[in-house]
């Protein structure tokens, strides 16, 4: 969007810190879930605080998605690299104290890539990361965990698609849930929902061969869906894989404003086909060690298991000056 008039409509306060040179930055943060006299039945909320993991300089991590294999979990997520300007993918081993081992590098293209789905289908591991920018949905195969992915195939979309999550798996087929962006304007999105499947022959026309299949599977749009869901609007956006609890399918969604990405969570309730507030978690309310509420503005991805809740927030900050050339300060 015009960056002029994302400015001229940001709270003064933030405007006048960023002219000082104070720059948008994520981190990700990790709490046990709390007791539930503390929070209740309700995601992201109450009293306990969130702890950063560890980052680098350089560089600054968002989008966290668990994933568990041979009883280890593990945390995917976005790393933006600052000189490069592009996102790729690392993953580290998160323990249930909330700390977490080494991060590594795991998969990188040309282009960004953020919001790392990665799940066990057919008896393999897989990985659906954002690639919007390539303007396509991608399906990578591990060959070796966890830093060893090959592209099995890649789906034009027609558009920039992102935030893609499972909606359900069978032996033969995943039902998939992302957002496209309107391009005037990407904070604008709209759902869009696919089938996923191994590829059938096409029906030949008489006297002819088959054509074969463009890859081992196709990805097919639910045209019903997204008839249904054809206008743009600032909620239509995962913010993490759906989870269960208090007996009920929980969707973590997230919520912008004309001029500001990903500024809160919200929570949605399955109720049938349907879906119903739950409640929201706003950064205001949220607790980070070694970060000032004062500086937190926005947070827009949630994960969790039986242990831990993993959060990304954005916040200001002045970052250290990049080494210039011959080891000085820039």
Known sequence: MNQLY??????PGRLL????????????????????????????????PYTQLPGRAGAWFADPMLYRRDGARWLFAEAMDLAAGKGHIEACELYDDGTAGPWQRVLEENFHLSFPLVFDWDGETWMIPESGADHSLRLYRCRAFPGEWELVQRFAVGGELCDTILLEKTPGALTLLGSETRPQNQFFVRWRRYTLRHAAAA??????????????FE?????AFNLQHRTFDLTSRNAGPLFALGGQTVHPTQVSTTVDYGVYLQFLAQRGRSEVPLCAAMPQHLCITGLDERDVIGVHTYCRDDVLEVIDARYLTKLPKAPAPGGGQA
Do not use: C, F, Q, S
């Open 6 to 11: 994302r400015a001229l409509h940001m709270p």
């Open 17 to 48: 810190r960023k002219l000082t040179g104070e720059k948008e930055v994520y981190t990700i943060a990790v709490r046990r879930i709390p007791p539930a006299d503390d929070a209740g039945p309700l995601p992201a909320l109450g009293a306990a």
């Open 203 to 216: 029906e030949p026309l008489p006297g002819t061969e088959p054509p074969p299949p463009e890859g081992p």
């Open 219 to 223: 990805l097919l749009p639910d045209e």
